[in-house]
């Protein structure tokens, strides 16, 4: 009898697996990419309006329904088909940052960075931090950043400490902007980048380090950012900040992030807070820029 109700038991639970095993999947990826896009989008510039109009939603669309008010509940269900279009345009940023990233997965990577590149940036980085030079250096990977190198000078150099920390000096022409590298050469200086409009930053953040996270927010380049006023050199990646290193964690940084190495993302990764730690010390931007286009480290 026994064995009868376990294969019966057996059976019944084949049928039922085998009837609805494609909404279990469906349930587990929809709950994936929920969960991943709730963890994308939350510090953003429109999650508050995103959050805002699905409580807006759900409020009226219950109220639509306990109180039967049909007009309301008609209408509701009318705007929800302008919803999609209304999500791309808050979240535009957010949306082209994502693809860009999606596209440049490590699956689909072929740009790997040289170990003496790392060598010669944290040099280069080190020896402006020791002489309170600012500086502002973008590494090309997968999204082409031409656009960016076209609003400078082109260069077209080997990468060495010496040529960055001249080009950084503030009695050169080429100082004031961002330096552009491509497959481990100096592709062009004095370039414009895209400033971060973000509302979460800190307020003390410079122009140079806003321009850093700028151009992480716009494609997957990686930016260096050394302070003129501290000395403290942050990386920013992914629309992210990292701040005050030591040559060796500079570098050990560094390779992860580059030599495609798996890595954890650090706490540092928080925008506004803690992760700004020395951030602090900056001064804040200034209002009079004239035709300055980065250097505002300094008081």
Known sequence: MIPVLAFSLIESVGDFIGDYWRSGVEIGILWVVIYYSYLYFKGTRGAKVLTGLLLLLLTFTLLSQILKLQVIYWLIRSFTAFLAI???????????????????????????????????????????????????????????????????????????????????????????????????????????????????????LGLRHRAGLGITEESDALAIVVSEETGIVSICHRGRIERDFDPDEFKHRLSQLLLLEKYEESDSEELGGEALGAAGREHPLVSHQKDHRYDLDKP
């Open 86 to 204: 209304a999500l791309v345009v808050i979240f535009q940023p957010e949306l082209r940052r994502a693809l860009a990233a999606l596209g440049s997965q490590h699956i689909f990577s072929t740009v790997t960075q040289k170990k003496e590149t790392i060598e010669v940036l944290a040099e280069a980085a080190f020896e402006l931090s020791n002489r309170h030079l600012g500086a502002l250096i973008a590494l090309e990977r997968e999204t082409n950043v031409h656009a960016f190198a076209e609003s400078g000078v082109t260069v077209d150099s080997e990468l060495s400490t010496e040529l960055i920390v001249t080009i950084f000096h503030p009695k050169t022409p080429l100082h004031d902007g961002g330096l552009i590298l491509r497959n481990d050469r100096i592709l062009a200086a004095a370039c414009i980048f895209p400033v971060s409009q973000r509302h979460d930053l800190d307020r003390n």
